[in-house]
């Protein structure tokens, strides 16, 4: 073959082969440009799998479907070209049938389609071998030295192209997984901005409730009849209702320090499932909730919500997208040393090849744009972190079973039950500090029921003018205030070194905000709004014995 034919034929094909970074178009231009400029009948590109212990056949010209089928497959170091991807070394041959290295299995395919001649190289890049090139003919002149050599060189482009595309699809998976992490990220600052607003939206929410749930438990007090403490009873349960959504969502909206307490886990799955009750609803989703006695857990009662939450989440999603409906069981069982969650659900359950990669980070089989691929992995992480076991398995009679244990809590120090505080053994005058003036009505009227007597001070200022004019044996005071707040005007009664500052007690409509906990760790009492009378006369025993 003219050096000059030689160059063209090397042209044709890396121009063929610069117009893409598709591993399937490279491979597909690759052999169409070299069979179209060589004449060549019969063209075979073979890569190695991702085994490392194979050559799949990845395109072909001219190959009958018997030889197809015997190249399909080609196990490294064994055959014509098994021995090539081996040895990274060229092997020609004249007739290729008496080759002892030829399969028995391909050697009645290669004489039924009349091949003589072959030439088989490897393809290679950075040093590796990524598989091989071979050409066959029916004529019996052999392969030239030139002929041999363009095959080479054709070859090294391949591999160059291979490489590229290889780092160009390499490439594109980083920053699919950037472009993931970039999402989540706006997701986390979206959901801290949801927290704030959920911590506001509390406030605003549990004060006109504080208001509903005291006079409805003031008018259940003197009802004429028990109709009518009936509907008023159904009024409070709603309220109490309302501001337990409310608290749900300040606990999953909100990222807080973690702190581990005396767990029920069973209440924890109540409130998740409550928290997706409207949706469940609108899917036809129905729960099964099996809850048997269990002991409790010693865990951060939101980060086991969080991780119960993915759990029945991800249920729920896979029966809707299955069947737009389904049945969700709920199980709680204590273990060995343990208490185990069981989340089944009714839907297509999880592939097999899915099984092991589950729990791995922005792993998921969602559509682009329903999952992060964290929701699974960030439960793990929690669990993993608690001393406990996550796991996942598809069940027998369909559907997908997830199995969550947490380590049992150790004994208690003292298994005495804890001291009911006295009453206080006069009536007391308390001071209420709001700025809302209807709940401070009502919390008046609370009190007077209880047999004490309330001024109300509208803001911090007053009640801080209040204070110097009266004497009181008990102050409320809000958390959050304008110009003044709760902190404020209880640090301002410290500065007086005032009495009162021991027997402060702190209303918040966020009894978990960072704030109030703060407040709870100096040893000061927090009532969280909307409270029952019972919760408000508790708590004026515990600041009266202060």
Same mark, same amino acid.
């Given at each position: 073959?003219?050096?000059?034919?030689?160059?063209?034929?090397?042209?044709?094909?890396?121009?063929?082969?610069?117009?893409?970074?598709?591993?399937?178009?490279?491979?597909?231009?690759?052999?169409?440009?070299?069979?179209?400029?060589t004449?060549?009948?019969?063209?075979?590109?073979?890569?190695?799998?991702?085994?490392?212990?194979?050559?799949?056949?990845?395109?072909?010209?001219?190959?009958?479907?018997?030889?197809?089928g015997?190249?399909?497959?080609?196990?490294?170091?064994?055959g014509?070209?098994?021995?090539?991807?081996?040895?990274?070394?060229?092997?020609?041959?004249?007739?290729?049938?008496?080759?002892?290295?030829?399969?028995?299995?391909?050697?009645?395919?290669?004489?039924?389609?009349?091949?003589?001649?072959?030439?088989?190289?490897?393809?290679?890049?950075?040093?590796?071998?990524?598989?091989?090139?071979?050409?066959?003919?029916?004529?019996?002149?052999?392969?030239?030295?030139?002929?041999?050599?363009?095959?080479?060189?054709?070859?090294?482009?391949?591999?160059?192209?291979?490489?590229?595309?290889?780092?160009?699809?390499?490439?594109r998976?980083?920053?699919?997984?950037?472009?993931?992490?970039?999402?989540?990220?706006?997701?986390?600052?979206?959901?801290?901005?949801?927290?704030?607003?959920?911590?506001?939206?509390?406030?605003?929410?549990?004060?006109?409730?504080?208001? *509903?749930?005291?006079?409805?438990?003031?008018?259940?007090?003197?009802?004429?009849?028990?109709?009518?403490?009936?509907?008023?009873?159904?009024?409070a349960?709603?309220?109490?209702?309302?501001?337990?959504?409310?608290?749900?969502?300040?606990?999953?909206?909100?990222?807080?320090?973690?702190?581990?307490?005396?767990?029920?886990?069973?209440?924890?799955?109540?409130?998740?499932?409550?928290?997706?009750?409207?949706?469940?609803?609108?899917?036809?989703v129905?729960?099964?909730?099996?809850?048997?006695?269990?002991?409790?857990?010693?865990a951060?009662?939101n980060?086991?919500?969080q991780?119960?939450?993915?759990?029945?989440?991800?249920?729920?999603?896979?029966?809707?997208?299955?069947?737009g409906?389904?049945?969700?069981?709920?199980?709680?069982?204590?273990?060995?040393?343990?208490?185990?969650?069981?989340?089944?659900d009714?839907?297509?359950?999880?592939?097999?090849?899915?099984?092991?990669?589950?729990?791995?980070?922005?792993?998921?089989?969602?559509?682009?744009?329903?999952?992060?691929?964290?929701?699974?992995?960030?439960?793990?992480?929690?669990?993993?972190?608690?001393?406990?076991?996550?796991?996942?398995?598809?069940?027998?009679?369909?559907?997908?079973?997830?199995?969550?244990?947490?380590?049992?809590?150790?004994?208690?120090?003292?298994?005495?039950?804890?001291?009911?505080?006295?009453?206080?053994?006069?009536?007391?005058?308390?001071?209420?500090?709001?700025?809302?003036?209807?709940?401070?009505?009502?919390?008046?009227?609370?009190?007077?029921?209880?047999?004490?007597?309330?001024?109300?001070?509208?803001?911090?200022?007053?009640?801080?003018?209040?204070?110097?004019?009266?004497?009181?044996?008990?102050?409320?005071?809000?958390?959050?205030?304008?110009?003044?707040?709760?902190?404020?005007?209880?640090?301002a009664?410290?500065?007086?070194?005032?009495?009162?500052?021991?027997?402060t007690?702190?209303?918040?409509?966020?009894?978990?905000?960072?704030?109030?906990?703060? *407040?709870?760790?100096?040893?000061?009492p927090?009532?969280?709004?909307?409270?029952?009378?019972k919760?408000?006369?508790?708590?004026?025993?515990?600041?009266?014995?202060?």
């Amino acid at each position: 073959m003219e050096p000059s034919r030689h160059l063209e034929i090397l042209h044709t094909v890396a121009s063929a082969l610069s117009r893409s970074l598709d591993v399937e178009e490279v491979l597909r231009t690759a052999l169409a440009a070299l069979t179209h400029v060589t004449g060549h009948e019969i063209s075979s590109l073979h890569l190695v799998a991702a085994d490392g212990s194979t050559l799949q056949l990845r395109g072909d010209r001219g190959l009958s479907e018997r030889l197809r089928g015997v190249n399909r497959a080609l196990p490294i170091g064994e055959g014509l070209i098994g021995h090539v991807a081996a040895s990274g070394q060229t092997l020609t041959l004249t007739a290729v049938t008496e080759s002892p290295l030829l399969f028995a299995a391909a050697r009645d395919a290669v004489a039924a389609d009349g091949i003589r001649g072959f030439v088989c190289v490897p393809i290679r890049a950075q040093g590796r071998i990524l598989g091989t090139l071979s050409l066959g003919r029916q004529v019996p002149e052999p392969f030239t030295p030139a002929e041999v050599q363009l095959l080479e060189a054709t070859a090294d482009q391949i591999g160059v192209a291979l490489d590229n595309a290889r780092l160009y699809s390499e490439l594109r998976r980083q920053l699919e997984e950037l472009k993931r992490t970039q999402a989540q990220l706006i997701h986390a600052e979206k959901l801290a901005a949801v927290g704030e607003l959920a911590a506001g939206v509390a406030h605003e929410i549990n004060n006109p409730l504080t208001t *509903i749930l005291g006079e409805v438990q003031l008018l259940a007090m003197s009802a004429p009849s028990e109709e009518v403490r009936d509907r008023l009873r159904v009024i409070a349960e709603e309220s109490a209702r309302a501001a337990g959504i409310v608290q749900n969502l300040l606990l999953f909206a909100r990222v807080y320090p973690p702190q581990r307490t005396l767990c029920v886990v069973a209440d924890q799955i109540k409130r998740v499932l409550g928290l997706k009750a409207y949706q469940f609803q609108l899917d036809n989703v129905r729960v099964v909730p099996d809850f048997a006695p269990a002991p409790p857990v010693w865990a951060d009662d939101n980060q086991v919500q969080q991780v119960l939450l993915n759990l029945v989440q991800n249920a729920h999603q896979a029966m809707r997208a299955a069947r737009g409906r389904g049945v969700l069981t709920v199980r709680v069982r204590p273990a060995e040393g343990a208490v185990r969650v069981e989340v089944l659900d009714d839907g297509p359950g999880i592939p097999p090849e899915h099984l092991p990669r589950i729990f791995d980070p922005f792993y998921t089989t969602k559509p682009p744009g329903e999952g992060s691929g964290l929701g699974l992995s960030v439960s793990y992480g929690i669990v993993s972190e608690h001393g406990g076991r996550l796991w996942a398995e598809n069940r027998p009679e369909g559907g997908a079973a997830f199995h969550l244990e947490l380590p049992i809590a150790g004994p208690a120090p003292s298994s005495a039950p804890p001291r009911e505080l006295p009453l206080p053994s006069r009536p007391l005058h308390v001071l209420l500090v709001e700025d809302e003036r209807r709940v401070a009505d009502v919390l008046a009227s609370l009190l007077k029921s209880l047999g004490h007597t309330a001024d109300v001070a509208i803001g911090g200022r007053d009640g801080l003018a209040r204070v110097g004019a009266g004497a009181y044996d008990v102050v409320f005071v809000d958390l959050k205030m304008p110009e003044m707040d709760g902190r404020e005007f209880w640090a301002a009664l410290e500065v007086r070194a005032a009495p009162l500052a021991r027997r402060t007690i702190f209303m918040t409509g966020n009894p978990r905000s960072p704030e109030a906990q703060a *407040i709870e760790a100096e040893g000061a009492p927090v009532l969280g709004k909307p409270f029952t009378l019972k919760e408000l006369a508790a708590v004026v025993r515990t600041a009266a014995q202060r």
